[in-house]
């Protein structure tokens, strides 16, 4: 989130948009703050991995793109750790 043009509450929103594409996406049932809270951290868990890979978003959909990928790999760590 040390993108300039996103604000707190564009990051809320559209961390809250990233969590339920990738909670449909791998079909885990999260609520909203679940959903809100898998967008947000999985943008910055992504935005490190695709920086190893020089790879940058920027903007809006960048984020959303992140946030969404990041959320993914959230919920396949938490479906592994439990197995």
Known sequence: MDNESIGWIAAI???????????????SDTGIFANVLLGIIGAAIA??????????????????VAGAVGACILIWGARAVRR
């Open 47 to 64: 935005r490190f991995l695709f920086g190893l890979l020089g790879v940058s978003f920027g903007g809006w959909l960048g984020y959303l």
């Open 13 to 27: 929103i559209i961390g809250g948009l990233a969590g339920w594409i990738a909670s449909g996406f791998m079909k």
